[in-house]
């Protein structure tokens, strides 16, 4: 089956902390890849997506590879900020109708 | 840009009611999507379309009923609520485009059973 599994949260960071948020999946066949940030108070946005094996995604300072070797998808960011303050969903899509598959979210803190 | 509109932000029922959640969006999108979002859960399917009068069961279709009679808007349907459908309710599009076929969602509806 299709299924994705992100590291638990929260995450607590200091402001310019470099940030990893780990994303691994289990798919049939070549999915796509996608991060989704939810600000509180809202609903998903799109942050980044990768369509085949070696994509970089990018984004307002994020950056995720799509691993083939590692079924991994792991979500960086080289220095965050308050801002970045949010809940991050990791997904794939997959299978008939283009359906999709989140992970249940990590939440990162991040403090001045 | 996309623009997905959930007709209510906070809804207050009381068990038993029947809740009507509406969505809407204006991009000619073919596939419309609702996912119920809980803590510790993330995102779990309901019910999808991809076509006007199609729907298909999600993940968790159990209590819940869709419809869809124009291509623009997508309805969900309590039957009868109970405390347990206390939940933020997203809805989402997508349109078959390749290159263009990630999901778009509303601001999200948080409804409270009492």
């Known amino acids: 089956g299709n299924s994705v599994t992100q590291m638990e949260g929260p995450v607590t960071l200091s402001e310019e902390a470099f940030l990893t948020i780990n994303c691994t999946y289990t798919a049939t066949g070549y999915p796509s890849l996608f991060w989704y940030v939810q600000y509180p108070g809202e609903g998903l946005q799109l942050l980044l997506k990768a369509t085949k094996a070696d994509d970089k995604g990018s984004n307002k300072g994020f950056e995720a590879t799509y691993r083939k070797e590692t079924t991994s998808f792991h979500l960086e960011k080289g220095s965050v900020q308050v801002s970045d303050s949010a809940v991050y969903f990791c997904?794939?899509?997959?299978?008939?109708?283009?359906?999709?598959?989140f992970g249940s979210g990590t939440k990162l803190n991040v403090k001045p | 840009d996309v623009k997905v509109t959930q007709s209510s932000r906070y809804l207050v029922k009381r068990t038993g009611e029947k809740v009507f959640l509406e969505c809407v969006q204006d991009m000619d999108h073919e596939n419309m999507f609702w996912y119920r979002q809980d803590p510790g859960l993330g995102l779990r399917l309901i019910y999808f379309?991809?076509?006007?009068?199609?729907?298909e069961k999600g993940d968790i279709p159990e209590g819940y009923s869709v419809s869809r009679e124009k291509k623009e808007r997508f309805s969900l349907i309590l039957e009868s609520a109970s405390t347990n459908q206390t939940s933020m309710y997203l809805c989402a599009s997508s349109s078959d485009i390749a290159g263009a076929n990630v999901l778009t969602f509303g601001a999200g509806s948080r409804l409270t059973v009492l």
């Open positions: 997904a794939l899509r997959r299978g008939n109708f283009n359906k999709f598959y």
């Open positions: 379309s991809y076509d006007v009068k199609m729907k």
